[in-house]
């Protein structure tokens, strides 16, 4: 069954792109959250809406919320995706998709994985869902009007 909006977001550890383990719960005590899943690093769309999350992430940071990306590839691979484009936020390793799984992203056509952002609040609640495989920058602009309304509700 999918996360929709209202639920309480699985909690999870991954490796981010040095290897470090991160845990979901201890990003939620600092700050919300804009989580999103892509289908490939250096893909065209993924490096477009990487860039888009890059370009806008002192708008995230000045809402109260921190960037995380996962996708499937490995902890190098994702080392070296952040270098080339300059991304200043984590990318999480899911290999085997175990979280995707958790998380009920959808593949599109049954083959790529999906393209799904979740907004969530401090508190661990999904605040949006956005889904669109091929509107890849919209990701972006959608996630930060919510933080912005979080943030002036006082829940980001």
């Given at each position: 069954?999918?996360?929709?909006?209202?639920?309480?977001?699985?909690?999870?550890?991954?490796?981010?792109?040095?290897?470090?383990?991160?845990?979901?719960?201890?990003?939620?005590?600092?700050?919300?959250?804009?989580?999103?899943?892509?289908?490939?690093?250096?893909?065209?769309?993924?490096?477009?809406?990487?860039?888009?999350?890059?370009?806008?992430?002192?708008?995230?940071?000045?809402?109260?919320?921190?960037?995380?990306?996962?996708?499937?590839?490995?902890?190098?691979?994702?080392?070296?995706?952040?270098?080339?484009?300059?991304?200043?936020?984590?990318?999480?390793?899911?290999?085997?998709?175990?979280?995707?799984?958790?998380?009920?992203?959808?593949?599109?056509?049954?083959?790529?994985?999906g393209r799904v952002t979740y907004v969530?609040d401090r508190g661990g609640v999904v605040?949006?869902?956005?889904?669109?495989?091929?509107?890849?920058?919209?990701?972006?602009?959608?996630?930060?009007?919510?933080?912005?309304?979080?943030?002036?509700?006082?829940?980001?």
């Amino acid at each position: 069954m999918p996360i929709k909006t209202g639920d309480q977001a699985p909690d999870f550890t991954l490796p981010k792109q040095d290897g470090t383990p991160v845990h979901l719960k201890e990003l939620l005590q600092k700050a919300a959250v804009v989580l999103y899943f892509y289908p490939k690093d250096d893909t065209p769309g993924c490096t477009k809406e990487a860039c888009s999350f890059r370009d806008s992430y002192e708008a995230f940071k000045d809402a109260g919320a921190e960037v995380v990306g996962i996708s499937s590839q490995s902890a190098a691979s994702h080392e070296a995706f952040a270098a080339k484009h300059r991304l200043p936020f984590t990318l999480l390793s899911d290999t085997g998709g175990k979280v995707r799984s958790q998380y009920g992203v959808p593949s599109t056509l049954g083959l790529l994985p999906g393209r799904v952002t979740y907004v969530i609040d401090r508190g661990g609640v999904v605040r949006h869902v956005f889904n669109s495989q091929l509107n890849a920058t919209r990701h972006v602009t959608e996630a930060l009007g919510v933080i912005k309304q979080l943030r002036g509700a006082g829940a980001a």
